[in-house]
């Protein structure tokens, strides 16, 4: 029964990205910050399509340190989950995450439409500097920036190095980090088509300052606070 309830949803994916082009016309008629909540709300419906179909619920801690102004939120990277998901719980945004997810049909000209921060991680100085840049005016047009500091999906039960670039858009503007943890991963896994049912725990950590730290400073301290409560919410 799991593994059609999984083929619903992704079929429900699929079929829903179909719309995209829709809320893509839509959006380049608006404001920025309206048409991120629009495409936010796309989001939310696919969130709202797992608990239906695959039984996959959320509950989050921390709610009260949710921001009412632009940050840079540092997650747990371990599925397909949060990419939906911190649309859903944070206010608009837009994300730093490597360019050739552009190429992608229809969901890559969503996140162009999104003004994702696209990045080349084959040249390093080059996608700081863009970090950096293209940090600077989302967070000064009023969406926050989410980034994953492991780079990649990381399994459940294992962390990765976290990287600096986050931490170094923050040391150089400013602006606090809100860290985020979550076991997602042991439920919508990568590399499995099967969706396994059950609640994800996400962590909504207090804002860690930035201002007149250094990037080695703020990323400690970003890792420390996610990995302890990792352990908390991983069996």
Same mark, same amino acid.
């Not at 999984?6 to 179909?18: K, R």
């Not at 629009?38 to 619920?57: E, G, H, K, P």
């Not at 840079?72 to 490597?98: C, D, G, N, R």
């Not at 994800?200 to 201002?211: D, F, R, T």
């Given at each position: 029964?799991?593994?059609?309830?999984?083929?619903?949803?992704?079929?429900g994916i699929?079929?829903?990205t179909?719309?995209?082009? +829709? &809320?893509?016309?839509?959006g !380049?008629l608006?404001?920025?910050?309206?048409?991120?909540?629009?495409?936010?709300?796309?989001?939310?419906?696919?969130?709202?399509? !797992?608990? +239906?179909?695959?039984?996959?619920?959320y509950?989050?801690?921390?709610e009260e340190?949710?921001p009412? @102004?632009?940050v &840079?939120?540092?997650?747990?990277?371990?599925?397909?989950? *949060?990419?939906?998901?911190?649309?859903?719980?944070? %206010?608009a945004?837009t994300?730093?995450?490597?360019?050739?997810l552009? !190429?992608? %049909?229809?969901f =890559?000209?969503? !996140?162009?439409?999104?003004?994702a921060?696209?990045?080349?991680?084959?040249?390093?100085?080059?996608?700081?500097?863009?970090?950096?840049?293209?940090?600077?005016?989302r967070?000064e047009?009023?969406?926050?920036?989410?980034?994953f500091? @492991?780079?990649?999906?990381?399994?459940s039960g294992?962390?990765g190095?976290?990287?600096?670039? $986050?931490?170094?858009?923050?040391?150089?503007?400013?602006?606090?980090i +809100?860290?985020?943890?979550?076991?997602a =991963?042991?439920?919508?896994? %990568?590399?499995?088509?099967?969706?396994?049912?059950g609640? +994800?725990?996400?962590v &909504? $950590?207090?804002?860690? *300052?930035?201002?007149?730290?250094?990037?080695s @400073?703020?990323?400690? @301290?970003v890792?420390?606070w996610?990995e302890? *409560?990792?352990?908390e919410?991983? %069996?």
């Amino acid at each position: 029964m799991q593994f059609l309830a999984s083929l619903f949803f992704y079929i429900g994916i699929g079929l829903s990205t179909l719309f995209l082009p +829709v &809320i893509m016309v839509i959006g !380049l008629l608006m404001p920025h910050l309206p048409r991120q909540r629009m495409l936010a709300r796309w989001s939310a419906s696919i969130i709202t399509m !797992l608990r +239906v179909l695959c039984r996959v619920d959320y509950q989050v801690k921390g709610e009260e340190h949710l921001p009412t @102004e632009p940050v &840079i939120i540092m997650s747990k990277h371990q599925s397909t989950w *949060e990419t939906f998901a911190l649309q859903a719980i944070f %206010p608009a945004q837009t994300w730093v995450l490597k360019r050739e997810l552009l !190429l992608i %049909p229809i969901f =890559g000209w969503a !996140l162009a439409l999104a003004q994702a921060i696209a990045i080349d991680r084959g040249s390093p100085k080059q996608a700081l500097s863009q970090v950096i840049s293209k940090g600077r005016d989302r967070l000064e047009r009023g969406l926050c920036v989410v980034v994953f500091p @492991e780079g990649t999906r990381i399994p459940s039960g294992q962390a990765g190095k976290y990287n600096a670039g $986050g931490a170094m858009l923050a040391a150089r503007t400013g602006y606090p980090i +809100v860290p985020v943890a979550h076991n997602a =991963g042991l439920f919508w896994t %990568p590399g499995r088509f099967v969706i396994q049912p059950g609640t +994800v725990q996400a962590v &909504i $950590g207090p804002e860690i *300052e930035s201002k007149d730290r250094k990037a080695s @400073e703020i990323i400690g @301290e970003v890792e420390q606070w996610i990995e302890g *409560e990792m352990r908390e919410i991983t %069996p």
